[in-house]
Structures are given as C-alpha cells and as structure tokens.
C-alpha cells in the first residue's frame, strides 16, 4: 500500500461530471458510476462552480472516511451546494454538520425520539395509513405512486413524532422538495436557488413558531424532547433545536419517500423478485436491506480533511472536500456481487444506504420498519404492479430517486386486460 506522503496528488480532472444533476434526471448514471469505478474511484472533480473536490466511487475507501471521522470533517456541510453562511449557521449545532464528541451528545438527545418502544409502536399506525391508499390506488385503476402513497406514510410518522396536524406537515413536505431543488414544480421547471432559499426560511420559521408551543405547553413528542433536553449538561439553544428539526424533516420524508418509490420500480421492473418475495421464498426485512442498497436515496455525503490523508491512493490535502458516492459504492463489483442486479436474498449486504461510523443514520430504525410494513400491506392486497406512464426521476445530485410513478397496482385474482 502506498503511504500517504507517496500518494499522487494528481489533480487532471476526469472528464465526466458525475455531480451534473441532468445526469440523473434525463440520463442512465449505472454505465458512468461503472466506468468511474473501473478507471478511477477516487478521482478529482474541478466541474463545480463552488470549487474542485474529490469523488469516491467505490465501497472500501467510503468505509474509510465514513469511519475516521478524526480526519475528516463534517462540521464544513455535507452537500456540494451548501453555502458557506449557512454551514457556519449549522456547525456545531445541526447534529448532521457537527463533529464528536459534541455530535455525541446532540444524538443523545435526538435518539429520544427514535426508541425501539416508540418506532415499535408506530407500526399500527404505518399500517393504518397505507391500507387506504393502497386501496384507493387499486381502486383508481392509475395513480402516481409517488404523491399518492411514497410522501404521505413519512409525513404522516413524522406529525406523529412531533404532535402536528398533518396539513401542516403536508406544507412541509412541499417546501421540503423545493429547499433541495430536487421538485420541478408545477410549471415543469428546476426550482431556482431563490425559490429554494424562501422555501428554507419558511421552514426555519415553522419550526420557530412550534418550538415556542412547545416550551409553553411540552407532550410527549421529539420537539418537546429536544426543547427539554441537554447536551453535555447544557440545554439546546433554540437555533440548534430548530435546526435539527428541519434534519430531521429531511431524512424522514425524503429518504423513505426515495427508497418507498424506488422500491416498487424495482419489483415492476424485477418480476421475478417480486414472486419470490409473495412466495415467501424471501424474507420482508431481507428485501428491505436489498432495497436500500439498489436504490441508496441519498446520492453524496461530504466530509471535508482536517489534515492530510491517502484515500484509495490519492493524497488528499487538508481542507479539501471528499464527496462519498452512495449509489455507486452500493453497486461496487469488488464488494457486491452482480450489484447491478436486484437480488431480495443478497446476504450479507453491508450497503451504505445510512452512511456509517458515528454519523449512521439515527432514523435508520424507522426507515426500515416504514419500508417492510410497505412490502406486507403491497403483498396483502396486491398481486402485480406495472407501469402507466413514464417514469420521471428527480433532477438532483443530492438525492436519487422517483419524483413521479404513474402505477396500476392489481388486487389478487384481477387478470390484466387484453392488449
């Protein structure tokens, strides 16, 4: 292995952006991952308008930075297109931009929310909410699975975790989409870095107004917990609570949202896995993990180095941005075998769908059991799914997945119709 002081700091940038959000809106990013695994998994990307960083493609060098969180950071934002005023904002306050051991005692206190009891007793409600729309699609004859199913069960969670009306979390979920440029909106367009800064000060601001409901009149929900709580013997600011509101808002909703959708592409499009899975030849929480992996919803994660470090054989300089692939490390040849290939029995399957080390995703458990109380009720009422209409991905770099599923979903004993 080569020392880092002999690594090459070779900076000639491949000539493939593979953070170009058209890529994965209009193009097929597998052959570009595949090829960039191949030729070079861990190579410079100078495309970026906010400057050069390094992209990591492959599985073994991501665990690498994942896990030494002492050299690199995340305290410098974790998305390529976050901007300095609102990283210095965050840092140290939002648990996802703040490194340990202060990172340690925000998760403490968020982990509240995410008990084995509570995510537990959320099944019946998961299962109450999906009967119907299930149902109503299938009645429906065509639905877009997206809006209809995939975006209502991670609302609906969340304004059970913090005690809201689901209207206003239903508004929430909109700005949500459009703080992260990923919705195209009504009008078919890219949502401008204006329109996403607006929709990010009105949730800033909803959190704001519910913090104070809940100082004055606490329950028994993430928000008063937080409002409650103390890191390191110190209350939460409001700024910091506020923040970590709006993660969790994000990873709640738009993760389970991507993987939910992603899901059921992958069954259409697999038929044979979606056999053995009402078969029973595979087992729900073994799909889940399969799942995660072929979709892996959240495209990048950014650390930044704190001094300098070899990664994959290239020398990277302290202060310099690393961007970790998820997708692409998930679909690794040398970790995974056939990763192109939906396989619901692939064990063991060390996918990376939740990041790794001290940062692990903290509503992993949630997400997990949102997804296979999806799989059950899908099996209970429906026999095949397929496509009505075009599939339309989202047009991000940050998060990968369906913004639109035009399904038929087809209840036992129905027959599909002639031609």
Same mark, same amino acid.
């Given at each position: 292995?080569?020392?880092?002081?002999?690594?090459?700091?070779?900076?000639?940038?491949?000539?493939?952006?593979?953070?170009?959000?058209? #890529?994965?809106?209009?193009?097929?990013?597998?052959?570009?991952?595949?090829?960039?695994?191949?030729?070079?998994?861990?190579?410079?990307?100078?495309?970026?308008?906010?400057?050069?960083?390094?992209?990591?493609?492959?599985?073994?060098?991501? *665990?690498?930075?994942?896990?030494?969180? !002492?050299?690199?950071?995340?305290?410098?934002?974790?998305?390529?297109?976050?901007?300095?005023?609102?990283?210095?904002?965050?840092?140290?306050?939002?648990?996802?931009?703040?490194?340990?051991?202060?990172?340690?005692? #925000? @998760?403490?206190?968020?982990?509240?929310?995410?008990?084995?009891?509570?995510?537990?007793?959320?099944? +019946?409600?998961?299962?109450?909410?999906?009967?119907?729309?299930?149902?109503?699609? =299938?009645?429906?004859?065509?639905? !877009?699975?997206?809006?209809?199913?995939?975006?209502?069960?991670?609302?609906?969670?969340?304004?059970?975790?913090?005690?809201?009306? &689901?209207?206003?979390?239903?508004?929430?979920?909109?700005?949500?989409?459009?703080?992260?440029?990923?919705?195209?909106?009504?009008?078919?367009?890219?949502?401008?870095?204006?329109?996403?800064?607006?929709?990010?000060?009105?949730?800033?601001?909803?959190?704001?107004?519910? &913090?104070?409901?809940?100082?004055?009149?606490?329950?028994?929900?993430?928000?008063?917990?937080?409002?409650?709580? /103390?890191?390191?013997?110190?209350?939460?600011? !409001? $700024?910091?609570?506020?923040?970590?509101?709006?993660?969790?808002?994000?990873?709640?909703?738009?993760?389970?949202?991507?993987?939910?959708?992603?899901?059921?592409?992958?069954? =259409?499009?697999?038929?044979?896995?979606?056999?053995?899975?009402?078969?029973?030849?595979?087992?729900? +929480?073994?799909?889940?993990?399969?799942?995660?992996?072929?979709?892996?919803?959240?495209?990048?994660?950014?650390?930044?180095? @704190?001094?300098?470090?070899?990664?994959?054989?290239?020398?990277? /300089?302290?202060?310099? /941005?690393?961007?970790?692939?998820?997708?692409?490390?998930?679909?690794?040849?040398?970790?995974?075998? +056939?990763?192109?290939?939906?396989?619901?029995? @692939?064990?063991?399957?060390?996918?990376?769908?939740?990041?790794?080390?001290?940062?692990?995703?903290?509503?992993?458990?949630?997400?997990? *059991?949102?997804?296979?109380?999806?799989?059950?009720? #899908?099996?209970?009422?429906?026999?095949?799914?397929?496509? $009505?209409?075009?599939?339309?991905?989202?047009?991000?770099?940050?998060?990968?997945?369906?913004?639109?599923?035009?399904?038929?979903?087809?209840?036992?004993?129905? /027959?599909?119709?002639?031609?």
């Amino acid at each position: 292995m080569t020392r880092a002081g002999e690594a090459t700091a070779d900076r000639v940038p491949v000539p493939v952006d593979v953070a170009d959000p058209d #890529l994965y809106a209009d193009g097929d990013p597998l052959p570009v991952w595949e090829r960039l695994r191949r030729e070079a998994p861990v190579h410079w990307n100078a495309f970026h308008p906010g400057g050069g960083f390094w992209v990591v493609m492959t599985h073994a060098p991501a *665990v690498q930075v994942y896990r030494d969180s !002492d050299t690199f950071s995340s305290e410098r934002g974790i998305r390529l297109t976050s901007a300095p005023p609102a990283i210095d904002a965050a840092a140290g306050k939002m648990m996802i931009v703040t490194d340990p051991p202060r990172h340690g005692k #925000l @998760r403490r206190v968020m982990s509240s929310g995410f008990t084995p009891r509570r995510v537990a007793a959320l099944e +019946d409600t998961m299962r109450r909410v999906l009967e119907p729309l299930v149902d109503r699609v =299938i009645e429906r004859g065509s639905a !877009d699975f997206v809006s209809e199913v995939a975006a209502i069960l991670p609302a609906v969670i969340v304004c059970h975790l913090m005690d809201v009306p &689901l209207e206003e979390h239903e508004r929430l979920t909109r700005l949500t989409s459009k703080a992260f440029g990923a919705s195209l909106g009504p009008s078919g367009c890219p949502v401008t870095p204006v329109e996403s800064a607006e929709a990010n000060t009105r949730i800033f601001l909803h959190y704001a107004q519910l &913090l104070q409901r809940r100082r004055v009149t606490p329950g028994d929900d993430i928000v008063s917990a937080l409002a409650q709580g /103390r890191a390191g013997g110190e209350a939460l600011t !409001d $700024t910091e609570i506020i923040m970590n509101c709006n993660g969790l808002l994000l990873g709640a909703n738009e993760t389970t949202r991507l993987a939910s959708a992603g899901g059921l592409l992958a069954l =259409i499009r697999h038929p044979g896995q979606w056999r053995r899975l009402r078969e029973g030849a595979v087992d729900v +929480d073994t799909a889940v993990e399969e799942i995660l992996r072929y979709c892996s919803p959240a495209m990048h994660m950014v650390r930044v180095a @704190r001094r300098d470090a070899e990664v994959g054989g290239r020398l990277v /300089r302290a202060g310099e /941005r690393v961007a970790l692939w998820n997708p692409s490390a998930n679909r690794d040849e040398a970790f995974f075998a +056939d990763p192109n290939t939906l396989d619901l029995a @692939r064990r063991p399957n060390r996918h990376l769908a939740f990041g790794l080390g001290s940062h692990f995703c903290i509503g992993a458990a949630l997400a997990r *059991v949102e997804l296979a109380v999806l799989l059950r009720v #899908l099996l209970a009422k429906v026999s095949a799914a397929e496509l $009505t209409g075009p599939v339309r991905m989202m047009r991000s770099n940050f998060m990968w997945g369906v913004e639109s599923l035009p399904v038929r979903l087809r209840p036992p004993g129905a /027959r599909k119709a002639a031609g």
